[in-house]
């Protein structure tokens, strides 16, 4: 395939940084101004509803492309299918936190939170995968560790945020953890499962499971607002495909490393957008915190070609 010219190239990457900073803000939207976990105000959405709306949507809008490339590819095998149950299950956990984040804390700390995810993989590797463990990782990990506490303790101080925040900063992190078992496996299973299908069927894994959650817990999947149904299909169109989509075809243009920097900006541009539509401002601490986290985040995974694709496939995850 031939590289594309450099105007669409950097024209492809601003799209994909604005496409991917919108999928916060967007759920904020979609969960109205009073957001909770498992209610909402009147035409509002639940965060563990949103959480299912984005992974059925998600699946649904990658089927078509997914049945194509499977009928060109050989028909997976149980090991596999088990692999697709679990990162589904794993992205299902993700979702449910990330989402459950965005209701408690600021759409800055949770973003940025949640971008640590980059910091797991490269320590699952090397506990999972065998994969060595540099000096320069083990620092990065440090450094991302000590932002993230400097976050979490900023916003539990914050009176106005109140003592949810820091619950919320806690669920953003595990959000992170949880994507883990998604990335590592995805490492695994690509290698003869093609991108469309192994998203679609994990999309579709994590929807079926956050059904069962919704369901059990009676959160209300319909009687959104229009507003509510027009920002969940946004973060759809936005950050899964606009975002992840584009990205993935500027891989054959440009270096994975200048993809994983972009992504890198994503809590600055979630963190712009809440200040500007929802008037959010994060406590004084996430201005020490979050450059730390991120500088972490980038050292850890520098040079790291698996932990450099992590940071890439967190576009589909936020």
Same mark, same amino acid.
Not at 177 to 199: F, N
């Given at each position: 395939?031939? =590289? ?22 967007? &759920? ?17 959405? =639940? ?21 194509? &490339? ?24 993700? *979702? ?23 910091? *797991? ?43 949810? &925040? ?6 953003? *992190? ?51 607002? &229009? ?58 601490? *996430? ?32």
């Amino acid at each position: 395939m031939r =590289p594309l010219p450099r105007p669409a190239v950097l024209l492809g990457l601003l799209i994909g940084a604005v496409a991917v900073s919108t999928s916060a803000i967007l &759920a904020r939207i979609a969960m109205g101004e009073d957001a909770g976990v498992v209610s909402a105000s009147a035409g509002a959405a =639940p965060a563990l509803a949103v959480a299912f709306w984005r992974t059925a949507l998600g699946a649904l809008a990658l089927s078509p492309m997914a049945v194509r &490339a499977q009928r060109h590819a050989r028909p997976l095998t149980a090991v596999r299918r088990r692999q697709l149950l679990g990162s589904g299950l794993s992205l299902a956990l993700h *979702f449910a936190l990330f989402q459950g984040a965005l209701a408690l804390t600021t759409v800055a700390s949770a973003v940025t939170l949640v971008t640590m995810s980059p910091v *797991f993989v490269a320590l699952g590797g090397w506990w999972v995968l065998k994969e060595r463990t540099t000096r320069r990782t083990l620092f990065g990990m440090g450094l991302t560790m000590v932002g993230a506490v400097v976050i979490g303790v900023g916003d539990a101080a914050a009176i106005d945020l109140g003592p949810q &925040a820091l619950l919320g900063d806690a669920m953003a *992190f595990g959000g992170a953890v949880a994507i883990t078992g998604y990335l590592l496996v995805g490492r695994v299973a690509r290698r003869d499962v093609p991108a469309t299908v192994y998203s679609c069927a994990v999309y579709a894994w994590a929807a079926a499971a956050l059904l069962l959650v919704c369901l059990g817990l009676g959160v209300p999947l319909v009687g959104y607002s &229009a507003t509510t149904w027009l920002a969940l299909l946004g973060i759809v169109v936005g950050p899964q495909l606009l975002g992840h989509t584009v990205f993935n075809t500027l891989l054959s243009s440009v270096p994975a490393t200048v993809v994983s920097i972009v992504v890198l900006s994503e809590p600055v541009g979630a963190g712009l957008l809440a200040w500007l539509v929802l008037d959010e401002l994060p406590a004084g601490a *996430f201005a020490v915190g979050a450059p730390l986290v991120l500088v972490g985040v980038a050292v850890a995974t520098a040079r790291r070609r698996g932990a450099r694709e992590a940071a890439e496939a967190t576009i589909t995850e936020t």
